[in-house]
């Protein structure tokens, strides 16, 4: 059974820094993306991360100060996010996907989804 596992979430203050990790049990998969929901609002997309690293997406809401990088050897992704702002505060979700990056952010849903990690940014 697959397993996403999202870690390294906390309080931290606006301007400050985080590194969020996903980790992921069972098969290597193909696009690797970052969403997050904060109370009351949809879910959003934050970035995404192709197998090989190569063609990475972002919101236009975080370029610039997240960066997404991926360690298959070890099955995780991470998500470095830095400058951050009280509106970045939501809970982070680390999504899988068998399609290419460009099938994902056309609308192909994600199959696997972890339970998420709390980022609150205190101003």
């Known amino acids: 059974q697959v397993q996403l596992v999202e870690s390294g979430g906390g309080l931290v203050q606006a301007g400050g820094s985080l590194r969020l990790s996903c980790t992921a049990s069972?098969?290597?998969?193909?696009?690797v993306a970052w969403f997050r929901q904060a109370p009351g609002k949809e879910r959003e997309f934050v970035a995404v991360?192709?197998?090989?690293?190569?063609?990475?997406r972002y919101a236009d809401s975080v370029k610039d100060r997240f960066t997404i990088s991926r360690d298959n050897a070890k099955k995780a992704v991470y998500l470095q996010m830095n400058n951050l702002k009280s509106e970045d505060t939501a809970v982070y979700l680390c999504?899988?996907?068998?399609?290419?990056?460009?099938?994902?952010?056309?609308?192909?849903?994600?199959?696997?989804w972890g339970q998420g990690t709390q980022v609150t940014v205190s101003s």
């Open positions: 069972g098969e290597a998969f193909n696009a």
């Open positions: 991360v192709a197998y090989s690293g190569g063609d990475r």
């Open positions: 999504a899988a996907g068998t399609g290419v990056v460009p099938q994902h952010m056309s609308g192909r849903p994600y199959e696997y």
